[in-house]
């Protein structure tokens, strides 16, 4: 086990570290800190098995659902933001004028109605009927006094107004983006005065309290995994950091490799990111 260990480690080490004097060869210090690892991992009782990488478990790439001017962005990539914060926002102007346009719009269908209730009352008046005692009114009777009073035209037109209002208003809301939870923004796109692209990723929030690592094992020590096995994780880019994870997922299909991919919940994954490789260490 300790040899399989060292080989690992040493092909790992050649390729991330650059005080390597050339490809395949190890430094006096490499060697060092390979010789420090086995012993500790030998004194523990614990041995590498695989290499993974990070994963968030929970992401929301934001984006813009209108194309107009950026007016600001707030943030910047590895931020930590709380849930709510404005991220970045477009130049209001014009989705705050289309909203006051509706505005005026279902004001104007309210007086179109009222005019074309009185309308209508007078209709059925003329046709010899009490429109206070709607229940006596024939409904041929009351279809006409609609018809010629525009009443139904002018409730129909009401709530089209009340419609792009509505559209108008989610327009508005979508113009702001804001943090749908506590994280870390990633792939930060724009900048302030450029035009957006409907639809366009802007940047993505990370739940950090929600990280994974997502690793393989050959199908012939799948035995050794168990949902609940407790597993450590070493980010590559610092081996003397250790995570401490459980195994929350197998998936139950074995690829063409003969190898099966399982997932390992990490109980406090603040300082890794998403895509970050990492080294498997398991109880021997």
Not at 114 to 130: F, K, N, P, T, W
Not at 171 to 198: I, K, M, Y
Request: hydrophobic share 45%; charged share 20%; glycine share 6%.
């Amino acid at each position: 086990m300790v040899l399989v260990s060292a080989a690992m480690l040493t092909g790992c080490k050649d390729k991330t570290s650059p005080s390597s004097s050339s490809e395949g060869e190890m430094t006096t210090k490499d060697s060092v800190i390979i010789k420090d690892t086995l012993l500790l991992m030998e004194s523990q009782g614990i041995g590498i098995t695989t290499m993974g990488k990070v994963v968030a478990e929970r992401y929301a790439d934001l984006s813009f659902e209108t194309a107009l001017p950026i007016e600001r962005v707030l943030v910047k990539n590895g931020d930590h933001v709380r849930r709510g914060q404005v991220l970045a926002q477009l130049d209001l102007f014009k989705l705050r004028n289309v909203i006051a346009q509706q505005q005026r719009a279902i004001e104007q269908a309210q007086l179109q109605i009222e005019q074309a209730r009185l309308h209508m009352q007078d209709v059925i008046i003329s046709q010899g009927y009490d429109p206070d005692k709607e229940s006596s009114i024939p409904a041929s009777v009351k279809h006409t006094a609609d018809v010629k009073s525009g009443y139904a035209l002018s409730v129909s037109q009401m709530a089209s107004a009340k419609t792009r209002l509505a559209a108008a208003q989610h327009e508005l809301r979508s113009g702001v983006l804001t943090a749908p939870f506590d994280g870390v923004v990633a792939n930060v796109a724009v900048q302030a005065h450029q035009l957006a692209q409907a639809g366009a990723v802007v940047c993505r929030v990370i739940a950090t309290v929600n990280m994974s690592v997502e690793f393989r094992v050959m199908e012939t020590d799948l035995s050794k995994y168990k949902v609940g096995t407790p597993v450590i994780v070493v980010p590559v880019a610092d081996n003397s950091t250790r995570y401490k994870a459980t195994i929350s997922e197998i998936n139950p299909v074995v690829d063409q490799q003969g190898a099966v991919t399982l997932r390992a919940r990490i109980a406090n994954a603040s300082n890794l990111f998403d895509g970050m490789n990492v080294n498997i260490l398991v109880e021997n």
